[in-house]
């Protein structure tokens, strides 16, 4: 997978682009920890490249929402596909995050 | 308050329907008791009559053998009187062979008519008994007797025959009853030349008639032509009344003057007279020939009925006494009806009360044929039949992650006690078995829970199976149960160790046991019920009866209704002595021939992921899966195979993740083995999606979403291997 992080004064932007499946999560972990450590500002998470996500996927999207909650920041997650947003809907993440 | 109402009501009617039943009884009694009495007062009545009648007769004939004695006396000497006509002087002596010869005649005259000898105007000498017993001669033919004139000398010549006179009493011969018989004496040319007569004492007639008793009280009269009374219990009565004069003043006046008519015309007949309110005089009556007398016999109907009336005083007394008793019976009787309704009532509430407890306890039971309409590889049939009494059989079965599981089982005993067992068994194998798949498991923990609060001694055999829908693996577990008996190319009991029952032994370890299930074979479980089923002689429906009425291939319905219909043949009207429980399961799962399987083999790399969504994508390809289905279902495989990657072998060894696919037109399977530790991902507890983003955990969607996208999910550990199988419906 890749992650095109985006920085633009306080507004990071982050493509991610194909699947975010399990072994996926665990790089996209590593990609995510500077942004965790400074997530006051708002993070948009541009899905709409991302064809697929498993729990770890979502795990690492609930640790950063977390991460940002904790310090003020906010999370957008930004053109899901249907399918995703399905599983968003089942996960209850849909009332988690804000979606565009 | 209903109740008490009822009992009421129901004491009314008691009491209602005994008051009815004594009426009925006084008035049968009653009714009965007339028609007796009227009957015998009847008959009582005619057999007075002819007492009287026959007694009547033989006064009659006694007095007339006298009265004919005097008679011949009398009609003997006619022709020596005549003969002596022309000798006057010996007329005398004829008059005293009359009276000699003949002990009744007082007296004998011959008078002649004055006239008739021309030197005599009157003459007429007159032989009569004297107290001494000889005969003294007189003549009445003096100046004031004057004879011609007496009506012993004008009657008879009026008449032309004999005539007997008027009683009188004999005042010179000694106040004696007298009637004198005379007749007239013609003479050789024809005229009439004298009268002979013969004074007859009626003394006799006293003794006779007043010696007539038909009863103690009766009393016998004899009147006169005329009606003077000659003979009564009356002495002064006798000869100075008539009976005419006596009706006057008599009571009942109206019917003693028929009596006296009846009397006088010299007819027979019979008279009631009455004498007071209750007293009544019977009379019978009948003339005496010739002297023109009239006798009656008199009997109060005290006397005919004395005896009748005692009698029914006593019949009533008792009938008194009868129908006293006769409500003291009913009336005890309505109590103890009242009492035994009482005791039915509390015994049918209780009664009804354990009924609608049963009743619960067999609704939560599946009733409902077919149980799974929708499903089309699986056929079962299920009955309990109770007995009379509430009883203590069981089935159940439902069917959790295309696995079913059902049981059948028999508490000893009958009545509240098994039905309490048998509703907290059914309850314990619903609860054990929402966790374990393992019959065994399922059996030895329903032991454990029973035997722990088994204090009543009370014990239930059971048998317990669980089948896999899609491999028709069954597994299965006995504990003292009747064998099933199964279905394949033949018909046979299936293997089952015996066990114990459940509820004997704490600690008991079951057997556990296993066959296949192809396509069309089935299972029939029974309770004893089935196999002790009695009819009239006791003979018992058994085991071989049962295995004819399953030869037939049959739909388990058709199968249960055949059962049903060859035990109630054979029981006929014998009452069924216990519960009658039958469960059918037809296996009907002909996936096998439409099944494609696809295998993958993994490694415990979590790098391998990405080749599972190669894995899903083929076969999307092959069922034609849309693209959102297949990303679900690769999302719930990831998630199950990542679980294994991660956690089943020990970090650094290598191990292998087995994933097997089995497509069919209706559903897709996953079954996803490893050898690594037991592991049981189902056993996680449920993630709540409701919580906020502090609260929220990070892990634990995993296997929530596999359980969301997948429609059955079951674990079992079988040969030292985790098995997680997955279904999805298509």
Redesign the interface.
């Known amino acids: 997978m890749e992650v095109i992080i985006n920085k633009e004064d306080s507004v990071t932007t982050v493509r991610l682009v194909g699947?975010l499946?399990?072994?996926a999560s665990?790089d996209v972990a590593q990609h995510f920890e500077p942004l965790m450590s400074d997530a006051a500002g708002t993070i948009v998470l541009d899905c709409s490249e991302m064809s697929?996500?498993?729990?770890?996927g979502?795990?690492i999207f609930?640790?950063l929402?977390?991460a940002a909650?904790s310090q003020g920041g906010k999370v957008i997650v930004k053109s899901i596909s249907?399918?995703i947003r399905?599983?968003f809907m089942?996960?209850?993440f849909l009332n988690?995050f804000e979606i565009q | 308050m209903e109740i008490s109402d009822n009992l009421k009501t129901l004491a009314r009617k008691s009491a209602g329907t005994g008051l009815l039943l004594i009426v009925v009884a006084a008035v049968t009694l009653e009714a009965t008791s007339l028609i007796q009495y009227f009957s015998s007062q009847r008959m009582l009545k005619q057999e007075a009559s002819l007492r009287a009648e026959s007694e009547l007769r033989s006064t009659r004939n006694q007095i007339m053998d006298i009265v004919d004695q005097a008679e011949a006396a009398v009609h003997n000497s006619i022709w020596i009187t005549r003969w002596c006509l022309d000798y006057p002087d010996s007329l005398a002596v004829v008059a005293r062979r009359i009276v000699e010869e003949n002990p009744s005649v007082m007296g004998s005259t011959i008078a002649l008519v004055p006239g008739y000898n021309k030197k005599l105007p009157l003459f007429a000498p007159y032989v009569c008994r004297t107290a001494d017993g000889t005969t003294e001669l007189k003549s009445l033919a003096t100046e004031e007797y004057n004879y011609p004139a007496q009506e012993w000398f004008t009657e008879p010549l009026n008449y032309g025959f004999g005539y007997w006179s008027e009683p009188y009493i004999d005042e010179g011969g000694g106040e004696v009853l007298m009637t004198t018989y005379s007749v007239p004496v013609m003479d050789d040319a024809g005229r009439v030349a004298a009268v002979l007569t013969a004074d007859v004492s009626l003394d006799w007639l006293t003794d006779l008639v007043g010696n007539v008793r038909v009863y103690p009280d009766a009393f016998s009269v004899l009147v006169s032509r005329e009606g003077k009374i000659m003979v009564s219990p009356v002495e002064e009565l006798n000869m100075h009344q008539s009976i005419q004069e006596f009706a006057t003043g008599a009571k009942d006046t109206a019917n003693f003057n028929v009596l006296a008519d009846g009397m006088l015309s010299g007819k027979a007949g019979n008279v009631s007279l009455k004498q007071s309110r209750r007293e009544r005089l019977f009379v019978f009556y009948a003339p005496v020939e010739k002297t023109g007398w009239s006798m009656a016999i008199a009997i109060p109907d005290s006397e005919i009925y004395g005896e009748i009336r005692r009698m029914s005083m006593l019949v009533t007394i008792l009938m008194l006494v009868g129908l006293g008793m006769l409500i003291l019976i009913l009336r005890s009787a309505a109590k103890n009806q009242l009492k035994v309704s009482q005791l039915k009532e509390k015994k049918d509430r209780m009664e009804n009360e354990l009924r609608i407890g049963h009743n619960i306890q067999m609704s939560m039971i599946p009733k409902i044929f077919p149980p799974f309409p929708e499903r089309k590889d699986i056929d079962m049939a299920a009955t309990i039949v109770p007995a009379k009494e509430v009883g203590g059989d069981l089935y159940d079965f439902y069917i959790r992650d295309e696995k079913l599981f059902f049981c059948i089982g028999d508490v000893s005993g009958k009545g509240v006690p098994a039905s309490l067992v048998m509703a907290v068994t059914r309850s314990l194998f619903r609860t054990v078995s929402a966790h374990e798949k393992s019959p065994q498991r399922i059996v030895t923990l329903i032991n454990e829970s029973m035997s722990d609060m088994n204090e009543n001694e009370m014990f239930v055999t059971f048998f317990c199976g669980v089948l896999d829908m899609t491999t028709g693996h069954l597994r299965y577990c006995n504990a003292g149960h009747n064998p099933p008996m199964v279905f394949t190319d033949k018909i046979e009991f299936l293997p089952a160790i015996p066990n114990l029952p459940l509820g004997i032994l704490p600690g008991m370890s079951f057997q556990e046991q296993e066959m296949d299930l192809s396509y069309d074979n089935a299972l029939f479980l029974y309770t004893d019920g089935v196999t002790e089923a009695e009819n009239l002689t006791h003979e018992q429906f058994g085991e071989a009866r049962m295995q004819d009425v399953l030869r037939m291939r049959r739909s388990s319905q058709e199968n249960l209704e055949a059962m049903q219909k060859a035990v109630a043949d054979f029981v006929g009207a014998a009452d069924p002595s216990d519960d009658l429980t039958m469960l059918f399961i037809h296996y009907l799962n002909d996936m096998q021939p439409d099944e494609t399987e696809r295998h993958l083999i993994l490694h415990n790399d979590?790098?391998q992921?990405?080749q599972l969504?190669e894995f899903i994508e083929t076969i999307a390809d092959e069922i034609k899966l849309d693209?959102?289905l297949a990303?679900?279902l690769?999302?719930a495989l990831?998630?199950a195979v990542?679980n294994v990657i991660l956690y089943a072998y020990p970090e650094g060894s290598d191990g292998l993740v087995d994933v097997e696919a089995i497509m069919s037109k209706d559903k897709l399977k996953f079954i996803i083995s490893d050898s690594g530790k037991e592991f049981d991902p189902t056993a996680a507890p449920e993630?709540d999606?409701?919580?906020?983003?502090?609260d929220?955990p990070?892990?634990g969607?995993?296997i929530?979403?596999v359980r969301?996208?997948m429609d059955s999910v079951s674990y079992e550990r079988t040969d030292g291997k985790n098995i997680l199988s997955m279904t999805k419906k298509l």
């Open positions: 699947r499946d399990t072994p665990q697929y996500i498993s729990s770890s979502l795990r609930l640790s929402r977390k909650a249907d399918d399905q599983v089942m996960t209850g988690l | 979590i790098q992921i990405p969504a693209q959102g990303m679900s690769n999302l990831e998630e990542t993630a999606i409701t919580l906020g983003v502090e929220r990070i892990g969607l995993g929530y979403l969301k996208i």
